[in-house]
């Protein structure tokens, strides 16, 4: 327990340090990496930019040759030299396209004959874009999720590169604090949706792209802004509270 640690000289605070430092890592494992898909050469620049627009730090690009270009994101610095918080994204490989189409092809998708699975599943992400396979990334501040949604708003509509390729979603804090509740009313982001998050204390944004790969169509992947109030450290991104 850090409890049972009382510092009484510079020996016992380094020692404190190591007991503080070991129980931090007493998992022994962390989130590493999230590889993700573009599906045409033209779109990997495209991807890479959306990435960063939402706050990613481009470490490196491998060209592979006829365009296509392998990406390294850090979604936030990593002192850790362990690789932490990774985002690999590159293109779609053949085998996976390959069955992508033949998926689309079996099920007649875009045609009038198309499978009625389809509609249901479209439907179904137009309810609940956390249906699928996503990515979630947990914001330190409410206002950067609000910066950043009303970033690709406009990116959306103006952005040559994005525009029409993306769709925006929120779920606002469920009511039940006053403080809360006002922010939300007041929120230029939060304040429009009628949706509510399914549990208590956060808020969510929702950007989903057909920049990205995935699901079983190879349609769109979301990525998912966080913000869990502090006041609350009973949230629903720590256990579940409806
Ligand atoms: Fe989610």
């Known amino acids: 327990m850090m409890g049972s640690f009382v ?9 404190l340090a190591l007991a503080v430092k070991k129980q931090e890592n007493a ?7 999230l590889a993700l898909h573009y599906k045409t050469p033209e779109d ?5 930019k959306l990435l960063e627009l939402m706050g990613m730090k481009r470490v490196q690009e491998i060209p592979f040759g006829g365009g296509v270009v392998f990406y390294q994101f850090a979604v936030a610095d990593d002192a850790s030299g362990r690789g932490i918080g ?3 994204l590159s293109m779609v490989p053949p085998p996976l396209a390959t069955i992508t189409q033949a998926i689309r092809q079996a099920l007649k998708v875009g045609t009038a004959q198309e499978h009625a699975a389809v509609a249901g599943l479209r439907e179904g992400m137009l309810q609940d874009p956390e249906m699928m396979f996503h990515v979630g990334l947990m914001m330190d501040s409410l206002e950067e999720v609000e910066r950043l949604m009303l970033t690709l708003r406009h990116a959306n509509e103006h952005d040559p590169d994005l525009k029409g390729r993306l769709r925006l979603l929120c779920n606002k804090a469920k009511p039940g604090d006053a403080e809360i509740d006002a922010r939300m009313q007041t929120s230029a982001v939060f304040g429009a949706t009628p949706r509510h998050t399914y549990g208590m204390y956060g808020v969510q944004a929702f950007v989903e ?10 349609e769109s992947m979301v990525i998912e802004l966080d ?6 450290p009973d949230n629903m991104f720590v256990k579940t509270i409806v």
């Open 7 to 15: 510092a009484t000289n510079e020996n016992d605070k380094e020692e």
């Open 27 to 33: 998992a022994g494992k962390a989130l590493g990496h």
């Open 44 to 48: 990997g620049p495209r991807a890479a």
């Open 227 to 232: 913000f869990a109030f502090s006041s609350h």
């Open 86 to 88: 990774t985002l690999y």
């Open 209 to 218: 792209t057909d920049l990205l790969a995935g699901g079983p169509l190879g």
